[in-house]
């Protein structure tokens, strides 16, 4: 009798292991449908999409601000070649002038990805462009290197938040399949953006006065 007993408590061991992993492996299959159906949906939603007028005019103003930092980056460039001098003060050296833009920008990109997840992406964005306009400002009425480097660095800072806010809007606004295409385009824009800032920073050399 113990002998059968233990024979019999084995036997039903094994029957409800089974049972156990036969209900694994369904409910295994019933997940993986599930994400399958899932996956599919999505992918249908993503297939059918159609970017309206929201998503051009942000396009829009994305590839604008880029275009505006990349001109920034340039422009100067050919002034700074053609003059380049070394001086024993600081700010002597026209290489402060594109070596601050440059710095301030990489500084604020992340600083400005922070700010936009407290705060939200548009008014950072608002933020970096009035501070990109009142570093053109102060650029513009500059009259010496002192004043034209601090200039480029409140430049500098807008349009590295400009940069960041650009690519978060993006990812905000357009569905994260077709992302990549319209980052090509903003990114193209940005690339215009430069080659106009070399070819403009040329004729300013050759047809106007760098007075520093």
Known sequence: MGVEYIEFSHAKDGLESQLCNCASSQNLVEVASAEHLRHNATANLAAEWKPGV???????????LLTMDAFNATVL??????????????????????????????????????????????????????LAT?????????????????????????????????????DEVIPCPHQARFTGYALQARAVGAIVGLIFGGVLVNHAVWTF
């Open 77 to 130: 460039l050919p002034m700074i070649t053609n003059s380049l001098a070394t001086s024993e003060q600081p700010l002597g050296s026209t290489l402060w002038i594109e070596a601050s833009y440059i710095l301030a920008s990489a500084a604020s990109q992340p600083f400005s990805a922070m700010l936009a997840a407290i705060f939200g992406v548009g008014p950072i964005a608002l933020g970096a462009a009035v």
């Open 54 to 64: 929201k998503e051009w005019l942000v396009l829009t103003c994305v590839s604008l």
């Open 134 to 170: 009142v570093g053109t400002g102060v650029c513009s009425g500059s009259m010496s290197l002192a004043c034209l480097v601090p200039g480029r660095f409140v430049q500098g800072v807008g349009c590295g938040g400009a940069i960041t806010t650009s690519l978060l809007m993006i």
